[in-house]
């Protein structure tokens, strides 16, 4: 076997680790320290290493003395800092396990442990381990936390993660050798008496020990207490943990005393209480003069044990050298805080196999075929890909949507809106349950009719809106923001479950079950008349009516809402009819499909708010403009007290209006903050949507501006994150169709 | 990571549930008897007990039903009330 180090060329044996085979060849130097680069060699045999650090291909600060040697293997010593390498990262899984017994480290007390438990047995080993009848040996395996007393992450191999659930743990994780501190403790050849041992007592190498330190990483980590043991001079863990024991060196028991600790003679500034850090008597010695008392401040203020070893050599040293400076006895000083990994784990193990397209699930609706198959281009609206735009050839995305703009203001288009979240409601309840959940009052809706709502938060914010449809005497269909309808489904059994357990009322999401598609435009009776028996008039079918019938032979449920003003119908069908559907409309005549962003410029130039755009959290129906959607009638809603404070009526809140740039050619830029002056620095309100208007020639915002709709008329600035600022006019936030008159069709000349 | 005892499947990890803070604060039965300081203390102000609290906790990635346990807050140790 052939491994390369700082480019040469080795001979590597199976099952040796990379320290351990430059170490056989001599090589008792090769890396370099991080701020004085200082020549240093392999410090140690296990995990705890400060210094060899190596990149080996695309992975960084690999511990050579974890490191296990293959065929090939080609490692660059690194200086305490790892470089990225654009290369494809390696495939990583995750594992589950539950056991009524885990044992953490396979020394002899580990084994014993392991050996002597009943029932599910796993054992962790960092190093190699012989198996064990009867126990599920994992070794090259480093447990990296333990968290609540049961639950145990481990990495096995740098590759596989681990997820174990224990009935009992049992800590055998035995203890860290530290360094004594001299001045040129940190020279190459000078190693761990442990690892002098362990490495075969390698010529020209100088074995030192300052005594051993208890792993008590992971029962820290679970809240276990720990008390300063005098004889070896370490931290060891103390009082009881429900369900964790500790066994073997790690209580302390069989370890040799220590040696004793006084501060050296010599040069303090060559002597290294943090290897990794490079971090000297000398600097700790300034610390405490600077009037540093506390562990955690001497940590923070030179950087002791905040390596990627996280100063497993170099803590207790640090604890004790502190004590003496100091003047204190080491047990009052305490530990600085253990935390979870144990060990640096990369990234790739953490994703493990939920990245790329696994990372998280893409929805697409029944008519995605036809939209890939037509050149849309898509955007993610949480988890669903949907149609930005259809660009015809050499189009891009601003001429697309303008002529998508003007198809559906001047003839017709249609959008796929499947993605809409929508909630069945039913139940003897159902109309009490919406009075309560939404700001405006259902008595009075009939079936086959359907109301615009919006629900807001206790505190009266807005939180959702959409449209109630009446299908039933006790059935009702509500439609959410796509981006919302998982959090609005939680949001009304919240309600439903834990203040209203009187009503008999059922929440079942029907999202996925109905395909809808919008058709929009005047001529949108049009374009469905020979796809229908239903009447489409608007004597015979009104606007926010609901209708059943067929459409292109699919049941259909019609329903006239629309989301720009025009004239629309949205056909709605069994999800699995959904492209049919689609394509029957597409073929039928020359309707425009258009995507989610002629859909945003539709929907702005009348004001129609989308959540999470014009709102956030701090924005209430009012603000947008939406009075009318408050009943006044109504005991209580949820939101309605909040909206009683004088708070929400103060006449200088941000209230939604639109800009027009003095020059119409100008976009602002979504986010810009709005100030009086171009000089001004107080801001005034934001920018929410903005785009270029088909039907007005002309570019046109929404803003939220402090008291803008006392302000019509008034220049203001929107400055962008970098940029000049834009001066523009304040208008009513409508621009386009103030009167409704294109709701029922094409308005008579 | 938490293992939690749904009342109606049983001992389940923590990631199937959300959080739904403290348990036991009522919906006011008038809030439009009540002054924006009582209304405000309802909404918004908690106690952040160290030890013993009673909280509220939905399995959303399970039966998705609410419930109240009583969690210590240092130990992490969980009681369960009847559902």
């Known amino acids: 076997m052939r491994f390369t180090f700082a480019g040469a060329e080795y001979e590597g044996r199976e099952g040796e680790t990379l320290a351990a085979a430059l170490v056989r060849h001599g090589i008792l130097g090769g890396f370099r320290s991080v701020e004085r680069g200082r020549p240093r060699g392999v410090y140690s045999a296990h995990e705890e290493e400060p210094n060899a650090l190596v990149q080996v291909g695309a992975e960084p600060m690999l511990r050579a003395t974890l490191v296990e040697l293959r065929d090939g293997l080609v490692a660059e010593p690194l200086a305490g800092k790892g470089r990225l390498v654009a290369a494809p990262a390696p495939r990583c899984e995750s594992m589950h396990a539950h056991c009524e017994v885990l044992v953490v480290g396979g020394g002899a007390s580990g084994r014993a442990a392991a050996a002597a438990a009943r029932g599910r047995v796993i054992l962790l080993e960092q190093g190699r381990c012989a198996p064990l009848d ?54 190459p050849g000078v190693m761990l008496a442990s690892a002098y041992e362990a490495y075969g007592r390698p010529a020209g190498a100088t074995p030192v020990s300052g005594g051993f330190s208890p792993r008590v990483h992971l029962w820290s980590q679970a809240g276990g207490r720990l008390r300063w043991d005098e004889r070896i001079g370490a931290p060891v863990p103390d009082g009881e943990l429900p369900g964790v ?95 979870p990994p144990y060990v640096p784990v990369s990234f790739v193990v953490v994703a493990g196999r939920e990245r790329g397209p696994l990372f998280d699930p893409v929805r697409t609706t029944p008519m995605h075929p036809w939209h890939v198959a037509h050149g849309a281009v898509f955007e993610d609206v949480g988890q669903w890909r949907r149609p930005r735009f259809y660009p015809r050839d050499g189009e891009d995305m601003e001429a697309a949507v303008l002529r998508e703009c003007a198809a559906a203001r001047e003839h017709v288009a249609i959008q796929d809106v499947s993605t809409l979240g929508k909630i069945d409601v039913q139940g003897p309840d159902a109309l009490e349950f919406l009075n309560r959940i939404y700001t405006n009052a259902y008595d009075s809706l009939e079936v086959g009719r359907c109301r615009y709502g919006v629900m807001c938060t206790a505190d009266g914010m807005m939180l959702d809106d959409g449209v109630v449809m009446r299908v039933g005497e006790r059935r009702y269909v509500c439609t959410t923001t796509t981006g919302n309808a998982a959090r609005v489904l939680d949001w009304m059994e919240e309600w439903r479950q834990t203040e209203w357990p009187e009503l008999r009322v059922w929440l079942t999401s029907v999202t996925e079950q109905w395909a809808v598609a919008a058709v929009v435009g005047p001529d949108a009776r049009e374009l469905l008349a020979p796809l229908t028996r239903v009447p489409l008039d608007a004597g015979s079918f009104p606007f926010m009516a609901i209708r059943e019938g067929e459409v292109a032979g699919i049941p259909a449920r019609v329903c006239r809402v629309s989301f720009s003003g025009e004239l629309a119908f949205e056909v709605w069908v069994d999800g699995r009819r959904g492209l049919e559907l689609w394509e029957a409309l597409a073929s039928a005549g020359d309707a425009t499909p258009y995507g989610t962003e002629a859909m945003h410029v539709l929907r702005a130039e009348k004001a129609y708010p989308i959540v999470g755009q014009e709102t956030d959290g701090t924005v209430t129906p009012h603000d947008l403009g939406m009075e009318w959607v408050i009943s006044k009638t109504k005991r209580d809603f949820v939101g309605k007290r909040s909206l009683a404070r004088p708070d929400t009526s103060r006449a200088d809140r941000k209230q939604l209006v639109a800009l027009l740039p003095v020059n119409p050619d100008a976009l602002l830029r979504e986010g810009s903050q709005i100030v009086a002056a171009p000089n001004e620095r107080a801001s005034q309100g934001h920018v929410t949507s903005s785009y270029r208007s088909a039907a007005l020639g002309r570019t046109f915002a929404l803003a939220l501006v402090a008291a803008g709709r006392s302000r019509y008329g008034e220049v203001v600035y929107a400055v962008p994150p970098r940029g000049e600022p834009v001066p523009a006019e304040i208008v009513e936030a409508v621009v386009y169709d103030k009167e409704g008159s294109r709701r029922d069709g094409r308005p008579a000349a | 990571m938490l293992r939690i005892p749904c009342p109606w499947c049983g001992d389940r990890d923590e990631v199937e549930f959300a959080y739904g803070g403290e348990a036991d604060l009522a919906y006011p039965g008038d809030p439009a008897a009540l002054t924006d300081e009582e209304w405000a203390a309802y909404l918004f102000f908690r106690d952040n007990p160290k030890g013993l609290l009673r909280e509220r906790w939905v399995h959303a990635h399970g039966c998705r039903r609410w419930f109240e346990l009583e969690r210590d807050t240092v130990t992490h140790a969980i009681h369960v009330r009847g559902r």
Do not use: M
């Open chain 1, 134 to 187: 009867g126990v599920l040996v994992l070794d090259r395996t480093v447990a990296l936390g333990l968290y609540e007393r049961d639950w145990v992450l481990a990495v096995e191999r740098g590759r596989r993660l681990w997820k174990i659930r224990a009935r009992r743990v049992v800590l055998a994780t035995g203890a860290i050798e530290r360094p004594p501190l001299f001045p040129g403790n940190d020279a």
């Open chain 1, 245 to 339: 024991e500790c066994v073997g060196r790690v209580t302390g028991a069989g370890l040799p005393d220590a040696p004793p600790f006084a501060l050296p003679e010599g040069d303090e500034d060559e002597v290294f209480v943090d290897l990794e850090r490079d971090v000297t008597l000398a600097d700790l010695r300034r610390a405490v003069g600077a009037g540093l008392r506390s562990l955690e401040h001497l940590k923070r203020y030179t950087t002791i044990g905040t390596g990627s070893d996280q100063g497993k050599t170099a803590n207790v040293n640090a604890i004790r050298a502190a004590a003496e400076l100091l003047g204190v006895h080491p047990g009052e000083l305490g530990t600085t805080t253990f935390r």
